[in-house]
């Protein structure tokens, strides 16, 4: 069974940064995808970000291009999420996802706190 396991999260001021981790385990699939969520007090969850294995490429979502920057080890057993300059709309809980051929998974989510 897949699980997804987040850390890294925590308090910082406007401008500062944190780096988010997923650890992956039980992916077995070759094709799959890896995504950062996240959710703000009373909203929608929303796709930050998405590693594709199948075309190698990654997506953003246009309020944080520029400031945050998924990667992953060769194995893709750890994916991580940099924020940089960090905004308080930024604050959310944010989340790990994979989709392995159809079936998903989430983790259980780490605190991001941007403090004004």
């Known amino acids: 069974e897949v699980q997804l396991v987040e850390s890294g999260g925590g308090l910082v001021q406007a401008g500062g940064s944190l780096r988010l981790s997923c650890e992956t385990s039980g992916i077995t699939a070759d094709d799959y995808s890896i995504a950062w969520f996240r959710q703000a007090p009373g909203k929608e969850h929303e796709g930050v970000s998405c590693?594709?294995?199948?075309?190698?490429?990654?997506y953003y979502v246009d309020s944080v291009k520029g400031r945050f920057t998924t990667s992953s080890d060769n194995a893709q057993n750890t994916i991580w999420l940099q924020n940089d300059s960090l905004k308080p709309e930024d604050t959310a809980v944010y989340y790990c996802y994979a989709d392995e051929g159809g079936n998903r998974y989430w983790g259980q989510g780490t605190q991001v706190t941007v403090s004004s």
């Open positions: 590693l594709s294995n199948s075309d190698d490429t990654t």
